[in-house]
Nanobody, 114 residues
Framework: QVQLVESGGALVQPGGSLKLSCVAS?????MGWHRQAPGKERELVAS???????TYRDSVRGRFTISRDHAKNAVYLQMNSLELEDTAVYYC???????????WGQGTQVTVSS
């Protein structure tokens, strides 16, 4: 099993910034971030392959940046210009080819409010 530990969620004002971190218990080829707001389905925010290819949902492109530190088995999400609509629980996930499936972290709460 791949263990994922997230951190960095907080309460922040609109226009503010946060950086989320996630550390995996082993190296994985793909890692990413999803989020789930109350009453809504979980949605992809951003993902990054080992080779550096990235995917962003349209609503965060230009505001959020995903990055990885392969030496630490970590993935980060720098979130700038936060909006009320970014409020959600943010989940880190990682794909393990050994296990043939995606693993998920426990989630970290991001609340954007004035």
């Amino acid at each position: 099993q791949v263990q994922l530990v997230e951190s960095g969620g907080a309460l922040v004002q609109p226009g503010g910034s946060l950086k989320l971190s996630c550390v995996a218990s082993e190296s994985t080829p793909a890692m990413g971030w999803h989020r789930q707001a109350p009453g809504k389905e979980r949605e992809l925010v951003a993902s990054m392959s080992r080779g550096g290819s990235t995917t962003y949902r349209d609503s965060v492109r230009g505001r959020f940046t995903i990055s990885r530190d392969h030496a630490k088995n970590a993935v980060y999400l720098q979130m700038n210009s936060l909006e009320l609509e970014d409020t959600a629980v943010y989940y880190c996930n990682a794909y393990s080819p050994i296990h043939g499936k995606w693993f998920w972290g426990q989630g970290t709460q991001v609340t954007v409010s004035s």
